[in-house]
């Protein structure tokens, strides 16, 4: 395993927060922090209402991107998987019982009831279908650092 994919995994395993970007019809960006959890997939999956401005930018465009950034390290040496992904609200109870089975399992709890999610209730399921994955790394150039991307396949 690279060095890049196996680093990609440890984040993804340790961080429980990602940085969800959408964007509304009229292209006007949205960034939300949720915390989230994860399948032997990777599809990612979060709680979130479906008033909340990413929930209501998700249902217009599926389209988001995805951060996962260890920020609990020194200064410039801080390292992210960045996705791209399709995500969705979900609806149906088999599927709701999946993600929740990770939602509260990664921190140890047991989890709800899918119905707790559905009709009149005010929180909603979602999840994030990969697509692509990447890591950031530096480069130096003319003794500057740069900014880079290594894309890895993580699935």
Do not use: C
């Not at 440890?10 to 009229?26: G, M, N």
């Not at 951060?67 to 109870?93: F, H, M, P, R, W």
């Amino acid at each position: 395993m690279n060095k890049f994919l196996k680093r990609a995994k440890k984040i993804i395993a340790e961080i429980l927060y990602i940085t969800i970007a959408t964007t509304s019809k009229d292209g006007q960006p949205w960034n939300s922090p949720v915390y989230s959890a994860f399948d032997q997939e990777y599809n990612f999956f979060w709680i979130s209402s479906p008033n909340s401005q990413h929930s209501r930018n998700i249902k217009e465009n599926s389209r988001v991107a995805l951060v996962i950034y260890d920020s609990s390290v020194a200064e410039g040496t801080g390292e992210g998987v960045y996705i791209q992904a399709k995500a969705d609200e979900l609806s149906n109870e088999s599927e709701i019982t999946h993600a929740l089975k990770y939602i509260y399992g990664r921190i140890g709890k047991s989890p709800r009831l899918a119905s707790e999610y559905l009709n009149q209730n005010p929180r909603r399921v979602y999840k994030a279908i990969p697509e692509r994955f990447w890591m950031n790394t530096d480069e130096k150039i003319n003794g500057h650092h740069v900014d880079k991307r290594v894309e890895i396949k993580i699935i």
